[in-house]
């Protein structure tokens, strides 16, 4: 069974920037994408960038520019580096291995 724990958020100030951790464990042999998405309250989760195995990433073109996803295969981590952050990038932000795996969330707030 994999399991995913994200680390990383909190709060910072508009054009700032924090860098999201994603460490897995378990199965997670193989090939297999990883991707980043967020939630804020009320509305559905989004992707924000999702890297393939072996693949170019691809992101959202509202962090296009801005956030840049990465993986380190040996540790099991994805990384989402994001920069340059607005008060609309606040939401919870979860990692992700399609199909169904997913962290717990981390909260990333961008205030003044």
């Known amino acids: 069974q994999m399991q995913l724990v994200e680390s990383g958020g909190g709060l910072v100030q508009p054009g700032g920037s924090l860098r999201l951790s994603c460490r897995g464990s378990?199965?997670?042999?193989?090939?297999?994408?990883l991707a980043w998405h967020r939630q804020v309250p009320g509305k559905g989760r989004e992707l924000v960038a999702i890297?393939?195995?072996?693949?170019?990433?691809y992101y959202e073109s509202f962090v296009k520019g801005r956030f840049i996803i990465s993986r380190d295969h040996a540790r099991k981590m994805v990384f989402l580096q994001m920069n340059n952050l607005q008060p609309e990038d606040t939401a919870i932000y979860y990692c992700?291995?399609?199909?169904?795996?997913w962290g717990q969330g981390t909260q990333v707030t961008v205030s003044s």
């Open positions: 992700h291995i399609p199909p169904r795996t």
């Open positions: 378990g199965s997670l042999d193989g090939r297999y994408a």
């Open positions: 890297l393939p195995d072996g693949g170019r990433p």
